[in-house]
């Protein structure tokens, strides 16, 4: 059974910088693509960063520049480094697996989900 546990998420200053984590178990990390959505009050789930099973990345336009996606596959652990953080990046976070090592950006498109973790930017 697949599950994905997010850790990291707290308040921070704009302009500051938390990571996240997402320990990953159950099957072999280093096959499958992971991903990172966040959701705010009231809107919908969305797309923040992704890495196929490879290392290749992929970041929505709102994010790129400051966020950064990465995995450990020796932990079977997802990462996402987030700096120069803005009041519009409060939301849940969520890490999530694909069943596939391809990059994916599609909430569909990925079959696991974590729990979460609140990320709070204060202005």
């Known amino acids: 059974q697949v599950q994905l546990v997010e850790s990291g998420g707290g308040l921070v200053q704009a302009g500051g910088s938390l990571r996240l984590s997402c320990a990953a178990s159950?099957?072999?990390?280093?096959?499958?693509?992971m991903g990172w959505f966040r959701q705010a009050p009231g809107e919908e789930r969305e797309f923040v960063a992704a890495?196929?099973?490879?290392?290749?990345?992929l970041y929505a336009d709102s994010v790129k520049g400051r966020f950064t996606i990465s995995r450990d596959n020796a932990k079977n652990t997802l990462y996402l480094q987030m700096n120069s953080l803005k009041p519009e990046d409060t939301a849940v976070y969520y890490c999530?697996?694909?069943?596939?090592?391809?990059?994916?950006?599609?909430?569909?498109?990925?079959?696991?989900w974590g729990q979460g973790t609140q990320v709070i930017v204060s202005s």
């Open positions: 890495i196929s099973s490879g290392g290749m990345t």
């Open positions: 159950g099957r072999t990390f280093s096959s499958y693509a």
């Open positions: 999530a697996q694909r069943n596939s090592w391809l990059i994916g950006k599609q909430r569909s498109e990925f079959a696991y």
